[in-house]
């Protein structure tokens, strides 16, 4: 069974939601999903609806590529786990019997230290801070959006956080890890730091990996870098400062807390120091690494 | 007393003039004796009358558009739903929130051969948040609880089964 872990921040919303909730049985879900395999679909909330939802207009519709009149090479969806397996048990099966060339790919952030305040900025941004939404596209910056500059976090606050997102992480993984269907499928692991370093080379493996051939992929990829270094491409703009002193008010003092838990706490004081993106190779089992005992958390 | 020859000259010219843009008046054509014509120039007039008008037909035209590509497409795709014709590759990306997943989508779908669905399941289309709900205590502190169980919660989160 996945068992999820939420911030405590995003409790708030979590109930104010909780009285106008659609949902969908777990047949449902595994037919959309099925379907989003086969030919271009949107969102689940919207397949009921006569006309396609606004994101499935911009994104292929009257996407300014014309998609609809061309042949796709790639097809399919993001999904996050933790919204389909906690209460619809999805039979992967069916779905990989279905549509038995799919490919898994796995989108981790391997920062567990920014991705902690990410999280917690994001949803302040847009719960508390009069943002429409926590990752905000530059074209829909609304005026009373006061995003988060600086986190008032200490070392126990930032512990606290690092290990909920350590324990999402870890049941993401091994959800996939003790699916046969999943894990069978599963073709690459793309991790976000990646993307921030070399897009057109992150993109190479990731197309490569799901069986492209290379000259294929590397064309493919020169045109999704292309296309995003363009103004209007680059419709998302990040938030944080990549260097932690800019956002966390004690800064020191949690690197010095931190820097007395030894070796257990190694890789979490290089990522709190990080200041360009990168994947440390020693730091991609930190899911696994034990840091509660880092931390002093029981 | 004398016309304008300015004047006369431009009332002499008009008839020919529109005659050499509009070859029908020669033919003795009307607007009023083209019945799908006059009904045009009727719905044009009618139409014309209202701005909201316009631009109500022109969204509905549009929206019209956007729906009949849809549909033909979705007819197109459902013909060859059988696997073994796929020409593409069915994925599958899974993730966690603030993994970068907005902008990986954003800039894959800026090819023109790819369409990826963004978070094509959303929290709220499933059950399991309706087993939960969110408790202060005197203090303020908030407590979550599951409706059908315990709650297995720590200091700040819960986990429901």
Redesign the interface.
Known sequence: ?F??????YD??L??A??S?????TSSA?QQ??IA??????????TSQS???SS???S?????K????F???????????????A???QIDWEAIMR????????????SNLVK?AI??YT?SMNKNKQGCKE??LRSSSSTPGCNPVSLVDWGASALS?EVT?WQE??RN?ISS?EKNPF?KK?LAHR?Y?EE??VD?QAA?QALFTK???NSSEAGD?AA??AA??AQPE?N??Q?RGSDDLRDVLAKFDDIESELMLGGPNCDCLVQQLRDVVPRVRAECKAIWQADLKRCMNLN | MSENPLKAFDNANKPTLLMNYFPEFRKGFSWRTNPIMWRVSRAYHDVAASKSSVAMLVTFLVVGMLWAVYALHTTHYTDMSDSAHFTHIPLIVIKLPRSGSSWFTDSINSHPSVYLSKEIVQRSDTLWLKARTVDKDSTGMMHMRCETQPCMHTERTCACN
């Open positions: 069974m068992r999820l872990l939420t911030p405590a409790t708030s979590v109930t939601k909780a106008k909730l659609s949902h969908f879900i959309h999903l989003a395999l086969s030919r271009p679909r949107g969102k689940l909330s006569m006309f396609p994101r499935f207009v994104d292929y519709i009257a996407h590529t014309l998609k609809p061309r042949s796709l090479k790639v097809l399919g969806f993001t999904l996050n786990l933790e919204h389909v906690d209460a619809a279905a549509v038995p060339q799919t490919k898994v790919v796995l989108l981790l952030r991705t990410s999280g994001g926590a990752n606290a909920i999402r992480y993401l996939v999943l499928h793309f976000y993307l921030q897009q993109f799901i069986g492209m493919m045109t999704v296309n995003s491409g419709l998302w990040k």
